[in-house]
């Protein structure tokens, strides 16, 4: 794929910008804290959500600098696009004038995450179009809001389609120091005929007695990224129903509740901190080598001892009630 030049120094500009936002971010500081304690109390909880917001506030300037080179608010200076780094000269160009900012550069980057993308249908593409930011805000108790930015489309009303993510103090001191709580979205103000989450079925039937035909229309449900925006939610009764139907249903649930918010903190914790590295895919290297790192940890084979498995096994992402948080990995 041809990149314009023009929005090859821009991408260039991301790119030094970046490492200035990386000074700033507190996803390493946070982590090595969390490593280096045995057990995380509630103060300790407190203390750090002061530091996530502390942090997001450094960084914010030059997230608001992203926004203008990409949106094409302001063209960057040959001194702002000057990169040490000959790697990213790879990237090949073309003389095409006049192409504004950076066109669907979220679009793009939300696609380079692979378990993001598989959510992205050929019918979203054209209104992620629109997306032209996406901001981070950490809530005064545990959890976190996602904005989504648009521009005026064809699609929907909304200039903006949050998504909130909150959280609670563990009463378990083993699952960790909070568990997700539920998640909330923006409910989106389809224009007719344009809603991206249901399709409409028309069928023919016949009736019996008369022999008669009629047409009838059906309107279900369709896969989309924007149900993003309609999280899973857990019922209000949680009643013990011994019915191998219903107990599928429920882990069928919670799982979805599982993916939902593992959808929302790689927004918070990969696109957002490192949006330029995901357009252009350079995040997928080091997400790679994150693997084999893992890998390397495990053995050449890869087999974990049967205690290490056991270790395990309950260690997932607080996707549902009682999980415990994810892990923090250095990039």
């Not at 056991?310 to 992402?317: F, P, R, S, Y």
Request: proline letters at 5%; hydrophobic letters at 30%.
């Amino acid at each position: 794929m041809l990149i314009p030049k023009d929005v090859k120094r821009r991408i260039d500009a991301l790119l030094n910008l970046q490492v200035r936002a990386a000074t700033t971010h507190l996803e390493d500081v946070a982590c090595r804290s969390a490593q280096k304690t045995d057990a995380l109390d509630v103060q300790f909880r407190k203390e750090l959500n002061e530091l996530e917001k502390k942090y997001l506030a450094l960084a914010q300037p030059v997230y608001d600098q992203r926004h203008s080179i990409i949106a094409g608010k302001h063209e960057p200076t040959d001194e702002e696009a000057k990169r040490e780094d000959e790697d990213d000269d790879e990237m090949p160009t073309t003389d095409a004038a006049g192409v504004k900012g950076i066109p669907q550069f979220w679009l793009q980057a939300l696609k380079n995450l692979p378990y993001i993308s598989n959510t992205i249908t050929e019918d979203d593409e054209p209104a992620l179009a629109h997306l032209v930011d996406i901001k981070l805000e950490y809530l005064e108790k545990p959890g976190f809001k996602l904005t989504f930015y648009f521009t005026e489309n064809e699609f929907f009303t909304n200039k903006t389609l949050t998504k909130t993510y909150f959280l609670e103090e563990a009463e378990d001191p083993s699952y960790g120091d909070v568990v997700f709580d539920h998640a909330e979205g923006t409910t989106i103000d389809w224009k007719e005929g344009k809603d991206l989450s249901t399709t409409v079925e028309i069928k023919k039937q016949r009736h019996k007695a008369t022999n008669k035909t009629r047409t009838v229309k059906k309107t279900v449900p369709k896969e989309t990224f924007f149900s993003f925006f309609s999280p899973p939610q857990m019922p209000d009764d949680e009643d013990e129903d011994e019915d191998a139907e219903a107990n599928e249903e429920f882990e069928d649930l919670e799982e979805r509740i599982q993916v939902d918010y593992e959808m929302g903190e790689a927004i918070k914790d990969k696109i957002i901190p490192k949006a330029i590295d995901w357009f252009t895919g350079k995040a997928l290297d080091y997400e790679d080598q994150d693997e084999f790192d893992e890998f390397d940890e495990d053995g050449e084979d890869g087999e974990d001892d049967e205690e290490d498995d056991d270790d395990e096994a309950g260690g997932a992402a607080p996707g549902g009630a009682g999980d415990k948080p994810p892990e923090c990995k250095q990039q």
